[in-house]
């Protein structure tokens, strides 16, 4: 059984940065692609970042580009989530998620890509 457990979400200024961890336990880490989520009040769950598991390819959605980085440590069993120039927009719940298949070409942006998932930590940003 896989188990995601997200942490460092809080409460920032606009303008501020955070940093997630997600550690991962259960299976062999450094063969998945991971990738966070996030979900707004009243809003579907959207795709933020994602990594290839052997961390040479990034994906980001267009909202976050130049402002997120994802990263992962694969001797630690965790991939991270820096955060800068946070923005209003950027308050949700954000999610880690595990890729379904190990070491899949390409980058999964879609959720049904993933198999396992954090319980998510909020993240909120004030004006």
């Known amino acids: 059984q896989v188990q995601l457990v997200e942490s460092g979400g809080g409460s920032v200024q606009a303008g501020g940065s955070l940093r997630l961890s997600c550690a991962a336990s259960?299976?062999?880490?450094?063969?998945?692609?991971m990738g966070w989520f996030r979900q707004a009040p009243g809003k579907e769950r959207e795709f933020v970042a994602a990594i290839r598991w052997i961390a040479v390819i990034k994906y980001y959605t267009d909202s976050v580009k130049g402002r997120f980085t994802i990263s992962r440590d694969n001797a630690k069993n965790t991939v991270y989530l820096q955060m800068n120039s946070l923005e209003p927009e950027d308050t949700a719940v954000y999610y880690c998620?595990?890729?379904?298949?190990?070491?899949?070409?390409?980058?999964?942006?879609?959720?049904?890509?993933?198999?396992?998932w954090g319980q998510g930590t909020q993240v909120t940003v004030s004006s």
């Open positions: 998620a595990a890729d379904r298949l190990p070491k899949r070409n390409g980058v999964p942006t879609a959720e049904y890509d993933y198999e396992y």
């Open positions: 259960g299976r062999t880490f450094s063969s998945y692609n």
